[in-house]
Nanobody, 115 residues
Framework: QVQLVESGGGLVQPGGSLRLSCAAS????????MAWYRQAPGKQREWVAR???????AYADSVKGRFTISKDNAKNTVYLQMNSLKNEDTAVYYC?????????WGRGTQVTVSS
């Protein structure tokens, strides 16, 4: 079993920055994809960014150039550095792990961008 715990959310003004963390514990395989998703009120959950075990990354067009996903293998932690935040980035951000035939979700962390 795997547990994912997100942290780092909060309230930030437009143009500000936040860094989210996702700490994974349990049985982590050597081949995996970890990702961030978000869900705004009244909207469907959407993919934000992903990173593979070998470090390949990809981003949704809406965050490309502003967000950066990275990982610390020693800490089993994935990060999402969010810069130049906009009001429309307001959402609950979820961490996701896909490995072999199993996938896991964290409980989410709230990010609110408002002046």
């Amino acid at each position: 079993q795997v547990q994912l715990v997100e942290s780092g959310g909060g309230l930030v003004q437009p143009g500000g920055s936040l860094r989210l963390s996702c700490a994974a514990s349990g049985r982590i395989f050597s081949i995996y994809v970890m990702a961030w998703y978000r869900q705004a009120p009244g909207k469907q959950r959407e993919w934000v960014a992903r990173i593979t075990n070998v470090g390949y990354t990809a981003y949704a067009d809406s965050v490309k150039g502003r967000f950066t996903i990275s990982k610390d293998n020693a800490k089993n932690t994935v990060y999402l550095q969010m810069n130049s935040l906009k009001n429309e980035d307001t959402a609950v951000y979820y961490c996701y792990l896909d490995q072999s035939d199993s996938n896991y979700w964290g409980r989410g962390t709230q990010v609110t961008v408002s002046s």
